[in-house]
DNA sequence: ATCCATCTCTTACGGCATGTCAAGGTTATG
DNA sequence: CATAACCTTGACATGCCGTAAGAGATGGAT
């Protein structure tokens, strides 16, 4: 009964075309709950081309779809953020380069704009906001040390600060009260500004 | 049937328990959808100590019932922030008393920390997110006319980010990665970094 | 080519929350 | 006290979630 994804299952043997429904609801849910958070199962199942109760053969729950969503987000940012080099880059120009795969990821899944979702089903496991932040505060703490942020604001919180940043230029642009472009600049430099970087990216060589 | 306070309706002539009961589940809903954003209806009738069909003869619907609440919400935040002499002190003063509001009125609706509750009944209606930001945007102006601020960035902007500052602070809190206190000193700390203004908030006269 | 396990679909049900309606009791106000 | 406004109870319709059983279709392997 549709293990999906929890936790070390011994990867069951699925046939071809349950794979491909798997894969066709995810995606369906990626897109309908972008555009509307709250769409029902019916929706998302209908937009994959299946049944609403081929939706419950692999998903026991409205929540263990979000849940496997969220897994299957928090590891294409993850991949995201791997090719940005962020513990290779300088700080500044890191820094850049994580705003961009931020944008990327999220013109990819709207719907975590949307705080209801990811709050909801907090029980532990890795989505976005428990992966992601570790890694910019990581970042961070190179930068402070490097002398290139400003040490006195813990990084954590710097961490915090630049990723809410980032979702109220989101919500900005989502609102219409800004380009994406627009955005996107004001956003890196108000980033820059708060971690105490005194130039532009690649003024920190 | 129940207009509760669509707009410039002539004041409907009301009995003293119905006045006292739209007050009870005002208040009764500020507390309960605080704690849980999806309480039902029955809840929150049932901590009004009235029964959900009451409910109904004052708010044709929950969103209804959202709106008459924003609608509240945004009435004493607006008391608060006229209190707050944002006009008249200098503007790092007035910043800082601009989230000093916010934070009193956040700790009496913590409900507004769930951005899927304002977010969907977006029709026009002044709600917290209509009225505040051109306040906290005319501040900032009058900042960046003085020197106090930086005028690099556009006002509008800036009155966004500190809002949406204020709110990851919020979540920290929230989420127990932060003391109230502590949050609320990095919060300004990084909203005054982030206005441009070199100092702190009383170095501005 | 055939067989079996697996998957999907159809039909159906129970539960819960929203919203509506009607009838009857209660309270405030003139 | 009499009336109108209000509250309560009970009932009903709808929509979404989650579950279940059985028939039919498909994939994978022999």
């Given at each position: 009964?549709?293990?999906?994804?929890?936790?070390?299952?011994?990867?069951?043997?699925?046939?071809s075309?349950?794979?491909?429904?798997?894969?066709?609801?995810?995606?369906?849910?990626?897109?309908?709950?972008?555009?509307?958070?709250?769409?029902?199962?019916?929706?998302?199942?209908?937009?994959?081309?299946?049944?609403?109760?081929?939706?419950?053969?692999?998903?026991?729950?409205?929540?263990?779809?979000?849940?496997?969503?969220?897994?299957?987000?928090?590891?294409?940012?993850?991949?995201?953020?791997d090719?940005?080099?962020?513990?290779?880059?300088?700080?500044?120009?890191a820094l850049a380069?994580?705003?961009?795969?931020?944008?990327?990821?999220?013109?990819?899944?709207?719907?975590?704009?949307?705080?209801?979702?990811?709050?909801?089903?907090?029980p532990?496991?890795?989505?976005?906001?428990?992966?992601?932040?570790?890694?910019?505060?990581?970042?961070?703490?190179?930068?402070?040390?490097?002398?290139?942020?400003?040490?006195?604001?813990?990084?954590a919180?710097?961490?915090?600060?630049?990723?809410?940043?980032?979702?109220?230029?989101?919500?900005?642009?989502?609102?219409?009260?800004?380009?994406?472009?627009?955005?996107?600049?004001?956003?890196?430099?108000?980033?820059?500004?708060?971690?105490?970087?005194?130039?532009?990216?690649?003024?920190?060589?």
């Open positions: 009964m549709a293990d999906t994804l929890d936790t070390a299952t011994p990867a069951r043997r699925r046939r075309d349950a794979r491909r429904s798997i894969d066709a609801i995810l995606n369906a849910a990626r897109i309908v709950l972008g555009e509307r958070a709250d769409a029902s199962m019916e929706e998302i199942a209908t937009a994959a081309g299946v049944t609403r109760q081929t939706v419950y053969a692999h998903f026991p729950s409205r929540d263990a779809l979000m849940a496997a969503l969220i897994e299957a987000a928090a590891a294409e940012y993850a991949a995201l953020l090719d940005a080099g962020l513990d290779t880059a300088p700080p500044a120009d380069q994580f705003l961009d795969a931020g944008w990327r990821f999220l013109r990819r899944y709207p719907l975590l704009l949307n705080p209801t979702v990811t709050r909801i089903h907090r532990k496991s890795n989505d976005p906001h428990d992966v992601v932040p570790p890694l910019l505060e990581r970042l961070i703490r190179r930068g402070q040390q490097t002398g290139d942020f400003d040490p006195s604001l813990p990084a919180w710097l961490a915090a600060a630049v990723i809410g940043l980032q979702h109220t230029a989101a919500a900005e642009v989502a609102d219409g009260r800004l380009t994406a472009a627009k955005a996107a600049a004001l956003c890196l430099e108000s980033t820059m500004r708060l971690c105490g970087s005194s130039g532009r990216p690649t003024a920190s060589r």
